[in-house]
């Protein structure tokens, strides 16, 4: 059964007892779930309170991380490539230390590093061979990896379905798979429901974002081939929005936000989750 997620970096890149209210209003909505980012590791206490405050409204998790130089995958230095595995099982005692279910993000490689070369088969041997060894991490946690592709302008190791479904093909373990993103899917693919089909073994996870960032079907996103190639694929993870405001410059800045997308974040949340509901309700989901 497909469930649905909010993405908490509409609001934050680290969850506090502050967000306590943005939890309870996602709950109210008719939300399944929440997806937390983790980029702060450097302690698991507020992970452990989120994990007592999610269990108590009944809200599932994932969770949402990046990797940068220093942690980089595919690096051709072995050192870098240790602390990216390093990193990524701290990541995921961090996820569950609030029953995270699924890790996602571009956990292949650097965003924002370019070669401004090709990704070349030495890259994609150790990215293979590091993501094989964090999934052992992951295993052991009992949360699955969603290796996220991005767009070129952020990225350049894997920024299609098809490579991405070659990577974790590779990689060939239980608890690393990818995910399908609708905004990168609009910028890279020539079909959003050629692109799914391409991937549909390999995908555990799914965002729904518009192609500006904001409102879910205010845009210019081929959603009928998104839902359809979805529902005719049999998949049954999460739906979880991905959207980004100006509530947190650092964020905004890195997102590439530089105006309002949208009126309020709540309106965003309610809108959005109708949305997907009717487009789930109209192919009988």
């Known amino acids: 059964m497909i469930k649905t997620g909010m993405n908490l970096l509409l609001w934050t890149t680290h969850v506090t007892e502050e967000h306590d209210g943005i939890l309870d209003q996602i709950k109210k909505m008719g939300f399944d779930a929440v997806e937390v980012p983790i980029f702060d590791t450097s302690d698991l206490a507020p992970y452990e309170r989120l994990g007592k405050r999610l269990k108590a409204l009944g809200l599932g998790a994932t969770a949402v991380t990046v990797m940068g130089a220093e942690t980089n995958p595919i690096s051709p230095d072995a050192r870098i490539r240790d602390a990216a595995v390093a990193h990524l099982d701290r990541v995921l005692e961090c996820g569950q230390a609030f029953g995270c279910e699924i890790l996602c993000g571009p956990i292949h490689s650097a965003i924002g590093v370019f070669s401004n070369e090709a990704p070349t088969d030495d890259e994609f041997k150790h990215g293979v061979e590091t993501l094989q060894r964090a999934a052992e991490k992951a295993q052991a946690r009992g949360i699955r990896m969603a290796v996220?592709?991005?767009?070129?302008?952020?990225?350049?190791?894997?920024?299609?379905?098809?490579?991405?479904?070659?990577?974790?093909?590779?990689?060939?373990?239980?608890?690393?798979?990818?995910?399908?993103?609708?905004?990168?899917?609009?910028?890279?693919?020539?079909?959003?429901?050629?692109?799914?089909?391409?991937?549909?073994?390999?995908?555990?996870?799914?965002?729904?974002?518009?192609?500006?960032?904001?409102?879910?079907?205010t845009g210019q996103v081929d959603w009928d081939g998104y839902f359809t190639g979805l529902l005719r694929s049999g998949y049954s993870g999460y739906l979880t929005i991905e959207a980004f405001g100006r509530a947190l410059p650092a964020l905004a800045a890195a997102t590439r936000v530089w105006r309002d997308l949208f009126p309020d974040a709540m309106g965003l949340c309610r809108d959005g989750l109708r949305f997907i509901k009717g487009n789930l309700a109209a192919r009988d989901a």
């Open 148 to 217: 996220e592709y991005l767009n070129r302008f952020e990225i350049y190791f894997l920024t299609t379905a098809a490579q991405a479904a070659r990577f974790v093909r590779a990689v060939n373990h239980p608890h690393c798979k990818m995910m399908y993103d609708s905004f990168h899917a609009h910028i890279e693919e020539k079909s959003q429901e050629e692109a799914i089909a391409s991937c549909a073994a390999e995908t555990i996870h799914a965002h729904v974002s518009e192609n500006d960032r904001g409102i879910p079907g």
